[in-house]
């Protein structure tokens, strides 16, 4: 298992140059870029949320709480007098942090359903309207967050596949398919409750349509194969 300080430089070395790519290509502005960069980097740790006590669990929901105190704090703003806006968002964070992050580690076991494909899925769904709605960032903004997410996710499943190798002795550590999964079938309720929030945050997340126009020069389906003969026979005169 890649330890927290290797998840984060991976995913971090990665995303930053992809997120540095979508601006230059102008598929991103620079402040989109930025959070793409960031979205990527703490996707990759979200798959080890599961992991009781470890460093993954401390920073997230350190960061979750300190996004319910801004978020008491932008709700309270124009309703509440200053000293209770203070005391809502102390309150706020505190919560996250032990009770709900307590609960949280109750019902989760480490390399359980949330260290799964299905699960960095479920994390983008909600990622997205929580980018949209929360944050007030335009569509594609928020979908372009969610790729990183998934991206960052899905960098860390690698990660931790690649070091149940050994590399020397080409020998296979047990955890071997514990990290790379769809899902964890054993736990059918937690497997069900994923695909529910998937639901859930597809219906509440908005259109993805504003990167359909990004893509726009991407050719339809039916004339895919058309389009690569022709490039192809177009290549030879690169040459030429
Ligand atoms: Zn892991």
Known sequence: MADFKTHVTVAAVLSAP???TCFIMGFANMNEAIF???AGT???L???????????????FRLFGA?????????GMDKLLHWQILALAIVSYLVVRFPIRWVFEQFTIHRGT???VLANIMFVILAVPAAYHLFALPEKTAWGIGAFVFLGATIHLVLDELYSIELSGMRIKRSFGTAMKITDWGEPLASIL???GCVVGYWL???????LDTFAWWPEHETLATWLVQELKALPSLWS
């Open 42 to 44: 703490f996707g990759g």
């Open 67 to 75: 996004l319910a105190g801004g978020l008491a704090i932008a709700f």
């Open 36 to 38: 793409y960069a960031l």
């Open 46 to 60: 979200l798959p080890d949320i599961d992991a009781d006590d470890s460093a993954a669990i401390r920073l997230i």
């Open 205 to 211: 997340s908005p259109s993805a349509d504003a990167w």
């Open 18 to 20: 992809l997120a540095a």
């Open 194 to 196: 994923l695909v529910l």
């Open 114 to 116: 949330l260290h799964s």
